[in-house]
């Protein structure tokens, strides 16, 4: 997600390509040296610092392989890689404060999005890198698309670029005599390839889509061709915007009218996987991300005899478009690692921060956030000998189509993003679960985020 405060800057670009080269990893001395590990006699003892993140099974070994690499480099720094909660970053961060707030210390963490850094940077728990840049003469605007900033504080490297786009069942397209959709497509055609791609009943009922349970999926134009899903620039809250009215009842009228999308209730109550939905056919589209594009090639997890297809993000219909629409351009951003105040060990966390945003390692398998990474060749390794199961065509283009531009980084960060976030949710859930209007619901929605903002960012 995309969060911003005024005084704060989040610097973002686009995708480039570039030539790949393995970034030094940094030099010995610093300012913290004292907090590493020595020996009576003044020789350097191995330390041992942990990396935290949310892998599932299979992001894991592509993990501990670049972790290994890490070391084999350099051997006086020892890696524990802890997953808090495996393939679910919203609990992990859960799981994180806890940690946080109970005093362990923290080296490493992965975060999911900006949102997630500027939350705990404000609260003091993440270390500002300026010191360990200075020292490696390294200017981050320089090394990184997206550069997490608090009144001229770093708190974050860049580890992947993430893309939303979305994955169709190719077989299914063919069969159905539908085109692989391109750039400029609407949510209307959305709809309408969605009741065209249902079929079956029961058990054996093939949905046109699949929808999560998170935000991304409650109002797509705000999380995908806005700068910022809860303010805008002004800084007054979005959930007044007409894409809010449009999408919820999009989502209504294909679950109830149109058949085409699992119910939502079904969703919560059985806790589905989308990953499991779209390659067991029990779906045939999903929006999703560029983080997901190994998974087509991953038989062994993800066992399908299909093709699958990519579009880019359909994009909203005249007459629904976002207030501050800015006619296609959609946003991009991506996780990143920080370093935990409480670490010990911050000269190595720095190093092994490096390494893991800047490393050419055949284990990686998103896009590099760092702007001298070959992101095209990282493509072609990713799909190596599975372009039987990739349109690649398709996946090409929707990823370095000529039409496909970004947007800018937002005036404002929003620090408060789980209250906001719970109130999408629950103002979504209201109208979804009940009779109650949209009109209702979005009023209440408006009240509640105006008054946060009120109290926790216009401070």
Known sequence: MKQAKRKFTAVAGLLLAGTVALSACGGNNSANSGSEGSSGSGK???????????????????TDAMLDEFMTKNPDIKVEHVVLVPGDSVEMLKKLDFLISSGEAVDVVAMPNLGAVYERATRGALAPLNEFYKQENLVPEDEY?????IDDNYYGMQLTSSFNYVLLNKDAL?????????????????????????KGEGVYKR??????????????????????????????????????????????????????????????????????EFFNEQAAMILTG??????????????????TAFAPVPLPP??????????????????????????KHKDASFKLMRFMTTADSEKRTEFSGWKKADNKALLDRIIGG??????????????????????DAS????????ELTKVIDDGFSKFMLSNESIDDVQKWMVDQATKIINEKENK
């Open 44 to 62: 350097s003892e191995p330390v041992t610092i942990k990396y935290y993140n949310w892998d599932n099974e299979a992001q894991a070994v592509a």
């Open 174 to 198: 063919d069969e159905a005599g539908l085109p692989v959709p391109t750039y400029g497509w609407t949510w209307d055609d959305y709809r309408d390839y969605a009741k065209k791609l249902t």
């Open 411 to 418: 005036s404002v960060i929003t620090v408060s993003t789980s």
């Open 386 to 407: 599975n372009k039987d199961l990739y349109d690649v065509d398709s996946l090409q283009s929707t990823l370095f189509g000529d039409n496909i531009k970004y947007l």
């Open 290 to 307: 560029s983080f997901t594009i190994p998974d087509v090639g991953n038989q062994e997890q993800y066992p399908h005899t299909f093709k």
């Open 145 to 149: 698309y997206v550069n997490p900033k």
């Open 207 to 276: 949905y046109g889509t699949y929808f999560h349970t998170w935000e991304l999926y409650m109002n797509a134009p705000a999380q995908t061709v806005m700068k910022d899903p809860f303010r805008y620039d002004d800084g007054s809250t979005i959930l007044s915007d007409p894409s809010y009215k449009y999408f919820f009842q999009l989502r209504k009228d294909m679950e109830n009218v149109d058949k085409s999308a699992k119910p939502y209730a079904d969703v919560l109550a059985a806790k589905l996987n989308y990953r499991t």
């Open 318 to 343: 005249k007459g629904a478009e976002p207030k501050n629409y800015e006619g296609g351009k959609y946003f991009t951003s991506g996780s990143s690692v920080v370093m935990g105040e409480s670490s």
